[in-house]
């Protein structure tokens, strides 16, 4: 579980150690250089560096514009990792501060940079390797959420009760493992039109996929996937002799562990059931196009066997908010009400494009999730957000703002969404996972590359579409 490592070393101590070796100069209204020296990153981009000065000319706010030199290109300057052979592109990103790649973090830290591939060849070779790269992660295990670059390593975790290999970091059974490298895909060709990373390793990996999601709509059997770890956090193993709780085979799919690496308590994750949906039509898409037919059709048929499953078992009556999205459910009736801030998440649905954000469920899903009434909505001197039992009480994640910033169609929101986040980054110039909703400078994780990354994309959106909130 990625997060435990800074955790276990008292974050909240050696965050506010952070900031104040920063020394961050409001009062002057200057605002000390924090991002990697030129000559230490691991990949530069001049178009990305060429959007960093056309952002800081035309926006005034010098915070904001500060902001995003540190952040928007965060996921460059010291994730990226070039492991290309002669014959064939290959990228490795690690999340931050754990060496490991995530199949979701990596997807969505390079998801950003994708409109500016056309203007640098290097970008569109660094996303087609983690394409590739990716493949050949999910052929190896499917049910394997992150990975080392060296494929002989035996990480913290290889003690874990389930099917181990070397050169597998963590293996949470998570949906959205495999959703998110369809949809970094997906949109890579839609804005190149290359099919080059659509050979057999990434058709396999399509098979696999498709096989693991059947194999977890449990209609026959558990399947092969179990879990469990010797462990005091109870989040972080499956009850119920590793397989979890029980399920009602409806035709949704289980997902063990959320994005957030917590365990699931009733195993249909409905915000991942609704990725899933949207990523398996993307990859019959793709399939199509590479005249795969015959397991274009299967995903097809998957996605709409779940969409009904999630329309007819996903949706509730909430007693002040009306039909609303679970976040949990088990088929047999019983669901969980609460919103995580990893995405997918609820919130994030039309971030992902897996609904509208006119769809009146989802409307309705979102006042409750930004509500006293989710468990994991924080309010407090500093800000009010979306934690999540990962970290605890009281902790918000500004991930969970930018989301909400994201799908919001309230200018007035989104103004204040940014001006949260400019105003917690508790000193240090980057997003983290989360801090304290009464002060900023008690954060976990001084070195989230995905946030930041995150973060520069609603800058650059925002500054493209409504600059006039940029203030």
């Given at each position: 579980m990625k997060r435990r490592t800074f955790l276990q070393q008292s974050a909240v101590l050696g965050a506010s150690v952070l900031a104040s070796k920063l020394s961050f100069a409001t009062e002057a209204n200057t605002f000390p250089n924090v991002r990697v020296a030129a000559d230490k990153r691991h990949f530069s981009s001049q178009v990305i560096e060429d959007v960093i000065k056309e952002f800081q000319k035309n926006v005034k706010n010098p915070e904001l514009g500060w902001l995003f030199n540190n952040c928007f290109p965060n996921t460059l300057d010291t994730t990226i990792y070039d492991e290309s052979t002669a014959s064939k592109k290959l990228t490795y990103v690690i999340t931050g501060d754990i060496d490991a790649?995530?199949?979701?973090?990596?997807?969505?830290?390079?998801?950003?940079?994708?409109?500016?591939?056309?203007?640098?060849?290097?970008?569109?070779?660094?996303?087609?390797?983690?394409?590739?790269?990716?493949?050949?992660?999910?052929?190896?295990?499917?049910?394997?959420?992150?990975?080392?670059?060296?494929?002989?390593?035996?990480?913290?975790?290889?003690?874990?009760?389930?099917?181990?290999?070397?050169?597998?970091?963590?293996?949470?059974?998570?949906?959205?493992?495999?959703?998110?490298?369809?949809?970094?895909?997906?949109?890579?060709?839609?804005?190149?039109?290359?099919?080059?990373?659509?050979?057999?390793?990434?058709?396999?990996?399509?098979?696999?996929?498709?096989?693991?999601?059947?194999?977890?709509?449990?209609?026959?059997?558990l399947g092969p996937y179990n879990f469990s770890r010797t462990t005091s956090r109870g989040t972080d193993t499956l009850q119920v002799d590793g397989w979890g709780y029980p399920v009602n085979p409806i035709g949704l799919i289980c997902s063990s562990f959320r994005p957030s690496d917590d365990c699931t308590i009733f195993l249909f994750l409905i915000p991942s059931n609704l990725f899933a949906i949207k990523s398996l039509r993307q990859s019959a898409e793709i399939l199509r196009k590479i005249n795969n037919t015959e397991l274009a059709g299967k995903m097809e048929r998957l996605a709409n066997e779940v969409e009904q499953a999630v329309q007819k078992y996903g949706i509730i009556d909430h007693p002040q908010h009306g039909r609303v999205y679970a976040f949990e459910v088990d088929g047999f009736g019983s669901y969980m009400m609460m919103d995580d801030a990893n995405v997918p998440s609820l919130l994030a649905l039309p971030y992902l494009e897996s609904v509208d954000v006119n769809d009146e469920v989802y409307q309705r899903t979102r006042n409750y999730i930004l509500s006293k009434n989710n468990p994991f909505f924080f309010k407090g001197t500093a800000a009010e957000g979306v934690g999540g039992p990962h970290i605890g009480r009281d902790m918000i994640w500004p991930m969970a703002i930018t989301m909400r910033a994201f799908t919001s169609t309230n200018d007035e929101e989104i103004r204040t969404c940014i001006k949260t986040l400019a105003a917690t980054h508790g000193g240090t110039g980057f997003m983290h996972?989360?801090?304290?909703?009464?002060?900023?400078?008690?954060?976990?994780?001084?070195?989230?590359?995905?946030?930041?990354?995150?973060?520069?994309?609603?800058?650059?959106?925002?500054?493209?579409?409504?600059?006039?909130?940029?203030?």
């Open positions: 790649m995530w199949l979701r973090d990596s997807s969505a830290q390079v998801c950003p940079y994708i409109p500016f591939m056309k203007k640098d060849p290097k970008l569109k070779n660094l996303i087609l390797g983690l394409i590739n790269k990716q493949s050949q992660c999910i052929n190896i295990d499917p049910y394997a959420n992150a990975f080392y670059n060296d494929p002989t390593k035996k990480g913290e975790w290889f003690s874990d009760h389930t099917k181990m290999k070397p050169g597998i970091h963590e293996r949470k059974w998570e949906i959205d493992s495999l959703c998110y490298p369809i949809r970094l895909a997906h949109r890579y060709w839609k804005e190149t039109g290359d099919t080059t990373p659509f050979d057999a390793e990434w058709v396999k990996a399509q098979e696999n996929t498709y096989q693991t999601f059947v194999e977890q709509q449990r209609k026959e059997n996972e989360s801090f304290h909703k009464d002060d900023p400078k008690k954060f976990t994780r001084h070195w989230f590359a995905w946030a930041n990354t995150l973060f520069g994309e609603l800058l650059w959106k925002t500054y493209k579409e409504k600059p006039h909130l940029l203030v």
